[in-house]
């Protein structure tokens, strides 16, 4: 299953990880969390959601950002997939990506856009927490950089 960010914008749920504020591993447009894993709904809301190229393209943002931080508990390489225009422009020199090794379908996806947007995987690494998290131990901080 490779889910595209195929619309310009849209509501979708955001489904709620936790009634708690602030909480994490929440999911949005999508039914599973950062692993892949299908997620209970106890919680969620309709929320407007627009691809990067959409808002830079529509005058949201005014110009191509150097750096772009993706951490989105599950759907950086849906995130990926709305942002291509952006990401291969000549002004974006630098992606960084939490990615969970064991939700193969997103590590596979990550890799394969960032590699095609012209970008090499220069550092992989663990936050303190999840470095010592047997819950977290496959998600990494990935830093991309255009050569």
């Known amino acids: ?14 489904i709620y990880g936790s009634s708690v504020e602030g909480g994490a591993l929440s999911a ?12 209970n709904v106890d919680l969620s809301a309709k929320v407007l959601g627009m691809s990067l190229d ?3 393209e529509n005058g949201f943002i005014d110009s191509i950002p ?3 931080k993706i951490d989105v508990d599950g759907i ?13 422009h000549k002004d974006c020199k630098s992606v960084l990506i939490e990615v969970n090794d064991d939700f193969s379908e997103q590590s596979f996806e990550v890799d394969k856009l960032l590699t095609e ?3 090499i ?6 936050g303190d927490f999840l470095e010592k998290s047997e819950k977290f131990s496959s998600t990494y901080n990935q830093i991309w950089v255009k050569p």
């Open 117 to 119: 947007y012209g970008f």
């Open 76 to 88: 950086e390489h849906i995130i990926l997939s709305g942002a291509r225009n952006t990401l291969t």
């Open 54 to 56: 959409f808002m830079k």
């Open 66 to 68: 150097n750096l772009v």
């Open 121 to 126: 995987l220069r550092d992989k690494k663990h």
């Open 28 to 39: 949005f447009g999508v039914d599973f969390g950062y692993d892949g894993n299908k997620l």
């Open 1 to 14: 299953m490779i889910l595209k960010w195929e619309f310009i914008h849209k509501n979708f749920n955001l």
